[in-house]
């Protein structure tokens, strides 16, 4: 049995990891849709679509998956292509919603991976998995040269809030209760610090410390 599940589609930070696992032998085969294919052009063209066959047939290949076997693909929009890769190659194959174990592997393959990028792990946690768009946004903004080019900017969303004015203060926080969103360190009662305000569908306000 074949089971073939994705995690961080709906992510703004990162590609997207598909994850295939062989029930029998609890092989796991993972694969990273690179940030590259989330350009408007190649986004508006589906390539992460054509990507996923592309990680299929080096799975497949490695666990030397039959035409016989089952294989079970979750119903997400991403893997469209790949049905219709499965039927063309005449596998059998059906869509399911996939449980445990392999949407908890490919679910914290994902978050490292994301970790890897530099999104720090107990902000994983705030934005409540998978991931909300506009506490994501946020931190982008809080290091926009260095964290825009880690989103999916092909994205409608990203089109409408990715290039944002910001405006740039600075002032004291008497009782802080916050974590500069560019270093990740806590900011100390009566800090001086930078304030960073933008408004996307809501009015945003990031603290960092004056010096980062």
């Keep these: ?51 996923v066959i592309k990680i299929a047939k080096k799975a497949f290949d490695r666990f030397n998956v039959t035409k016989n076997e089952e294989i ?8 469209d292509k790949l049905r219709e890769w499965l039927k063309n190659q005449s596998y059998k194959y059906q869509n399911t919603k996939i449980q445990n174990p392999l949407q908890t592997l490919v679910e914290r393959t994902f978050e490292n991976y994301v970790v890897s990028l530099g999104l720090p792990r107990d902000y994983i946690t ?19 040269e260095n964290r825009a080019n880690l989103c999916k900017t092909g994205w409608r969303s ?29 900011i100390p009662d009566k800090s001086f610090v930078k304030i960073l305000t933008y408004k996307s569908n809501r009015n945003n306000t990031i603290y960092i410390h004056d010096r980062c």
Aim: net charge positive; hydrophobic share 30%; glycine share 8%.
């Design 1 to 51: 049995m074949i089971e073939i599940d994705d995690a961080g589609s709906g992510s703004l930070i990162g590609g997207t990891c598909i994850g295939i696992l062989k029930r029998e032998t609890d092989k796991f085969f993972y694969e990273i849709i690179p940030l590259s294919l989330y350009t408007p052009e190649n986004f508006n063209k589906k390539l992460y679509q054509d990507y």
């Design 126 to 144: 705030y934005t409540k998995y998978p991931f909300h768009f506009h506490k994501l946004l946020k931190w982008v903004y809080a290091d926009y």
């Design 158 to 186: 990203w089109q409408k809030y990715g290039n944002l004015p910001v405006n740039v203060s600075y002032g004291y926080l008497e009782n802080s209760k916050f974590y500069c969103l560019k270093c990740g360190k806590k």
């Design 72 to 79: 079970y693909v979750c119903k997400g929009y991403i893997f």
